[in-house]
């Protein structure tokens, strides 16, 4: 659900990295459960703030969660690893789900006490969907300002979620796949589960891919199956590899 990585160059970076989605009905339920808002107040924030029941169903599983050869939870792991190191700085990281997630174990770890010296917290995301309202996202952008980085795939449905996902009715430009009546009616009803409310992303994102160069051209015809497909190619970590000139991964795990 969660590792932690250490820069080796000397730089006393450490990243937490939360993972995306995976195909589990737990995974799938926490991800449409956006009807329902609960306080968020593990936050450190002195005013309510909101997140979608289904955000904070899964930011529990990860904090509390225990290491296999430790038994210890998130926070004990990391502080066990920053011991003895000065001005430590730690990324909070995620893909999909675990970005939406990724910004909430954030604000939680930069509101624990910890022994050593106060580590700076940073928060990096691509393809997160929304996890709050405008009071966690004014939050999350007060707390971390420029270390907030948000990077999306200008042709990616999830980081419309829950935000402005209508959008994605007038996809794909030419070549396409155009989005079809079916593809618009699915787009629609997938957007009423948030119900009346406004969910709002941090922060500026930084958009790749705006001019749809990047696509899977097997995928153009105007039909659900296309369209649905040239979704999963343009949310997938290897096409966001791709935009951010990583290395692309030659096998799994994509």
Not at 234 to 246: E, F, G, M, P, V
Request: glycine fraction near 8%; include cysteine.
């Amino acid at each position: 659900m969660a590792y932690i990585a250490k820069n080796n160059d000397g730089s006393n970076q450490f990243a937490v990295v939360v993972r995306g989605t995976i195909a589990s009905v737990t995974d799938i339920l926490e991800d449409l459960d956006v009807g329902t808002v609960v306080p968020f107040t593990a936050s450190g924030s002195t005013s309510p703030i909101s997140v979608s029941k289904g955000a904070m169903d899964a930011f529990t599983q990860v904090v509390d969660m225990r290491s296999l050869s430790a038994s210890s939870n998130l926070v004990q792991a990391l502080a066990g690893l920053l011991t003895g190191i000065p001005q430590p700085t730690v990324y909070v990281i995620g893909h999909s789900l675990g970005g939406c997630i990724a910004n909430m174990v954030a604000l939680y770890l930069k509101a624990q006490t910890w022994q050593q010296s106060q580590p700076q917290f940073g928060v990096v995301t691509f393809a997160a969907p929304t996890a709050g309202l405008q009071s966690f996202a004014d939050y999350l952008t007060s707390q971390f300002g420029s270390m907030n980085q948000r990077y999306v795939n200008a042709y990616d449905v999830v980081p419309l979620a829950w935000a402005d996902l209508p959008t994605a009715e007038s996809w794909y430009p030419d070549p396409g796949p155009a989005a079809t009546l079916e593809v618009k009616v699915l787009l629609g009803s997938i957007a009423a589960l948030r119900g009346n409310n406004v969910y709002v992303q941090p922060g500026t994102a930084v958009s790749k891919n705006t001019d749809y160069m990047v696509r899977d051209d097997n995928l153009v015809k105007a039909s659900v199956e296309d369209f649905l497909g040239q979704v999963a190619f343009q949310h997938a970590n290897s096409t966001y590899l791709r935009l951010l000139d990583a290395p692309v991964l030659s096998g799994p795990p994509w």
